[in-house]
T-cell receptor, first 110, second 113 residues
């Protein structure tokens, strides 16, 4: 059974804090993605990774960075959280066509 | 780059009726078009997909059609049921993108009893 696990379902952080969102997949997938989901805007790609230590910017990378030290783990980092980063964050992985999503992390920045 | 537009943003249909959601894409080289369903509070999941060498694909009550000339594709749900209520996302994958997906904005489908 496919499993993509995000470390937190809900997070509340203060403006200026450094925030780590973790994602782990157990399917040995090469590709991993971080999306941001906002109502009416669909899924917007923040960063993706095709291999360990490899990363590519997506459509909205500003204010975010990522880390992929191991194949199964892809971390999203908000260096200094701001209120406009309040959102739902979804991690996904794929091998071939199908993307498998984590349950999402709803982040509130106060 | 690729751009995907999805309409309508909200669709309300009577239970038992059909629902159609449409998407257009801009990059004629895109070759893979999936549809994902996201129920309230849950993760998106693939429900059906189509490749550019096929015009139509069916799976029980759902079907997807692709018109490459017009660069649009549609999701058709027949005999709608309450469990079809969800947000549906279309996407397109540009050629040679390693299945990176460009997403539509989503359609909230409401099934009225």
């Amino acid at each position: 059974d496919v499993k993509v696990t995000q470390s937190s379902r809900y997070l509340v952080k203060r403006t200026g804090e450094k925030v780590f969102l973790e994602c782990v997949q157990d399917m040995d997938h090469e590709n991993m993605f971080w999306y941001r989901q906002d109502p009416g805007l669909g899924l917007r790609l923040i960063y993706f990774s095709y291999d360990v230590k490899m990363k590519e910017k997506g459509d909205i990378p500003e204010g975010y960075s990522v880390s992929r030290e191991k194949k199964e783990r892809f971390s999203l980092i908000l260096e200094s959280a701001s209120t406009n980063q309040t959102s739902m964050y979804l991690c996904a992985s794929n091998l071939g066509a199908i993307q498998y999503f984590g349950a999402g992390t709803r982040l509130s920045v106060l | 780059g690729e751009n995907v537009e999805q309409h309508p943003s909200t669709l309300s249909v009577q239970e038992g009726d059909s629902a159609v959601i449409k998407c257009t894409y801009s990059d004629s080289a895109s070759n893979y078009f999936p549809w994902y369903k996201q129920e309230l509070g849950k993760r998106p999941q693939l429900i059906i997909d189509i490749r550019s060498n096929v015009g139509e694909k069916k799976d029980q009550r759902i079907a997807v059609t692709l018109n490459k000339t017009a660069k649009h594709f549609s999701l058709h749900i027949t005999e709608t049921q309450p469990e079809d209520s969800a947000v549906y996302f279309c996407a397109a994958s540009p050629a040679d993108s390693n299945y990176q997906l460009i997403w539509g904005a989503g359609t909230k489908l409401i099934i009225k009893p």
